[in-house]
């Protein structure tokens, strides 16, 4: 039996959502390069609310029942805002099994933004087809970014 078959993803529900919030931070924790200061998890667990009261529409990649990564994303902005993986589930087929449900709920194209040091996370979104759109400063930690765009001009 191999890790795809065992993985799913589907729209997130009221009881996923401390475990999205857990995934956020371990992930965050785990970047490559500068870690910018991450939030305690009970920050993270609020932002979680806040964002999809905002209009996030938030997806869960769960495996053996426990959920190991997290997509939301702003379809009306077409926007990924934010994509993370659970380390232990890393290179095992979540990060692009989220990617392809950003790409078919946005068909049209959309973009992302990403920590300029996060060397990993750059490899995976140019494998997976997204082009580099620019560079800039995130507007609540300061640090480098990159921007990247799937199917756009």
Known sequence: MSDQRELSVRPAEAGDLDAVAWVWRESALSMDGVVPDVPPLEKLR??????LRLGWDLYVAVRSERVVGMLAIKPSDALL?????SPAEQGRGVGKALLDVAKAVMP???RLRMAASNEKARRFYEREGMAWTGNGIHPWTSIPVHFYGWNVD
């Open 81 to 85: 805002d934010q994509i993370f993986v």
């Open 46 to 51: 609020s932002r979680v609310d806040a964002e």
């Open 108 to 110: 049209m194209g959309f």
